[in-house]
């Protein structure tokens, strides 16, 4: 790792990568699944901005589940900007989550760990500007998994499946993607919500693209012996 970075994040130390940590994969304990984020698998994590309601929360996670995801996301607490926005079901959402993984065998996430959701810039025609560039400096400078949220980056929909191929293409271990079964009656971010069929179009878009990475993938590492001989 370059010393530059190295002393740009020592206030840090235990996320850099050194020899002894170069890569750690993280292990989610499912009923059904054996899912490892960071691992050599694409993770897709899926799932309502805010817990409303058993109903919403319930199709989402059959819905997402149908459509390859492996992890449910939902907030159930949302401290927000301001304090009369919505603020969370709170226990009564960790409740309704804990029920959606026994019926579906889903992992649940709340929070996700390091997390490239957008940065602030001049750009104004999105919420946030999503900064690729972020995941590859992640991918340089921690042994954490590095996860792409195209929807807070984005702020709009029509987005985020071209910010979902960018991540991918950028090297993240995977995706958290907001999606609503009626973003427009969404009690938060609706407008960077999907639903139900525009998430599955996203989901099928990024097969090719998901395949080309494994393939670059494993030409890189097949590749390897010959580099050591010369
Ligand atoms: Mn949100």
Redesign the pocket.
Known sequence: MRASWYDQFSDSPDVLRSEQADRTVVSVPTPGLAIEIGGNHFITIAGP?SVETEAQLMATAIHVRRAGTQILRG?AFKPRSSPYSFQGLGLEGLRMLAHAREETGLAIVTEVILCERGIRTFETAMRNTFDAAGIAVLKQITHLPVIADP??AAGYRELVPALARIGVAAGADGLIA?VHPNPDAAW??GEQSLDFPGFDAMMQDLKPWLALRNQTQFCAAESEPAEAVR
Do not use: P, R, V
Request: proline content about 0%; glycine content about 14%; charged content about 30%.
């Open positions: 901005c907030g929807s807070h907001e938060s971010d």
